[in-house]
């Protein structure tokens, strides 16, 4: 198994400038979400899904979009690139985010973007 | 407050020593759990603990439901242990994780 599949590894955008970035499990885990990690913040929930056709938004949604058309796939669209977010960007899936089901949350390798 | 505070944010020891890191959280959790994240940056999960203590090789994990604390110990310390490591507790009735800021552990030989 692959397991939390991301791309690109690195990205540089300008201001302006929208993107994807790709995330895909082949776990059949029903949910993922996207973080991003900043130096002195910690991780930080961007947005997350439950399941196929199912969204919801974290703790930093602004300027970023999500959709899930299948179990496998969760991508990240910057509509409008700024350079605050300049980040590591990472994606992570489970079985279930609750308890005692599992084995906890896999990530992906992450994406380090930078927007100038 | 943070809802989940760790400690020490930053640690150094020597290559053999036992180590413990602490994460305390302000809520009722379901499940809390410890991550691992190596100066590559790469993430991974090693404990998931809704009770009591997990053990997976040197690395032992406890918590402690109505103190809301746990504990990580790494026992007879290696320098590939160097690493931040994260706290996460999954609250009660939530769907999403709310994560500590890690404490970087730094081995030497």
């Known amino acids: 198994n692959a397991g939390v599949t991301q791309t690109p590894k690195f990205q540089v955008l300008k201001t302006g400038q929208s993107m994807t970035l790709q995330c895909a499990q082949d776990?059949?885990?029903?949910?993922m979400s996207w973080y991003r990690q900043d130096p002195g913040m910690g991780l930080r929930l961007i947005h997350y899904?439950?399941?196929?056709?199912?969204?919801d938004q974290g703790e930093v949604p602004n300027g970023y979009n999500v959709s899930r058309s299948t179990t496998e796939d969760f991508p990240l669209r910057l509509l409008s690139a700024a350079p605050s977010q300049t980040s590591v960007y990472f994606c992570?899936?489970?079985?279930?985010?609750?308890?005692?089901?599992?084995?906890?949350?896999?990530f992906g390798s992450g994406t380090r973007l930078t927007v100038v | 407050k943070n809802e989940v505070e760790q400690s020490p944010q930053n640690l150094t020891a020597q290559e053999g020593e036992f180590i413990t890191i602490n994460c305390s959280y302000s809520?009722?959790?379901?499940?809390l759990h410890w991550l691992q994240q190596h100066p590559g940056g790469g993430i991974v999960s090693l404990f998931m603990?809704?009770?009591g203590k997990k053990k997976h090789g040197r690395l032992i994990a406890t918590i402690n439901i109505q103190e809301k604390h746990s504990s990580l110990h790494i026992t007879a310390s290696h320098p590939r242990d160097s690493a931040v490591y994260i706290c996460?507790?999954?609250?009660?009735?939530?769907?999403?994780?709310?994560f500590g800021q890690g404490t970087r552990l730094t081995i030497n030989p």
């Open positions: 809520v009722g959790i379901s499940a």
């Open positions: 992570a899936s489970s079985y279930s985010p609750y308890s005692g089901q599992g084995n906890g949350y896999t």
């Open positions: 603990l809704s009770s």
């Open positions: 899904s439950v399941g196929a056709g199912i969204t």
């Open positions: 996460a507790v999954l609250a009660q009735g939530a769907q999403k994780l709310v």
């Open positions: 776990m059949n885990h029903e949910y």
